[in-house]
């Protein structure tokens, strides 16, 4: 069964940081594209950060840039996203999904329809 269990999310204050967690179990990840996805209350699902299979392309969504860093450990078959400077606007449900790039290890999307494979979320809150 392939499956994709995000952790390390809470509740932080602003300027705070977070790392989230996502190791995956049933499959492994070195062959896969990564991403984290986060969905706001009444909002659609957006692109975060993403890492292409071999680790050395990365892309970040304009809000976070400068802010998030994407790392992937693939011994630990696990990818990470540390949060720092978090603003209440960061506050919403994170996903990370995984996408088999058919051998296109340079590959790598922002697009939710582009990954097949989907944890189950973690809440990230941050409030004063």
């Known amino acids: 069964q392939l499956q994709l269990v995000e952790s390390g999310g809470g509740l932080v204050q602003p300027g705070g940081s977070l790392r989230l967690s996502c190791a995956a179990s049933?499959?492994?990840?070195?062959?896969?594209?990564i991403g984290w996805f986060r969905q706001a209350p009444g909002k659609e699902r957006e692109g975060v950060s993403c890492?292409?299979?071999?680790?050395?392309?990365?892309n970040y969504a304009d809000s976070v840039k400068g802010r998030f860093t994407i790392s992937r450990d693939n011994a630990k078959n696990t990818v990470y996203l540390q949060m720092n400077s978090l603003k209440p606007e960061d506050t919403a449900v994170y996903y990370c999904?995984?996408?088999?790039?058919?051998?296109?290890?340079?590959?790598?999307?922002?697009?939710?329809?582009?990954?097949?494979?989907w944890g189950q979320g973690t809440q990230v809150t941050v409030s004063s």
């Open positions: 049933g499959f492994t990840l070195d062959p896969y594209a």
């Open positions: 890492m292409s299979s071999s680790g050395r392309s990365t």
């Open positions: 999904a995984a996408d088999y790039p058919y051998g296109a290890s340079w590959y790598f999307s922002l697009e939710p329809a582009d990954y097949d494979y």
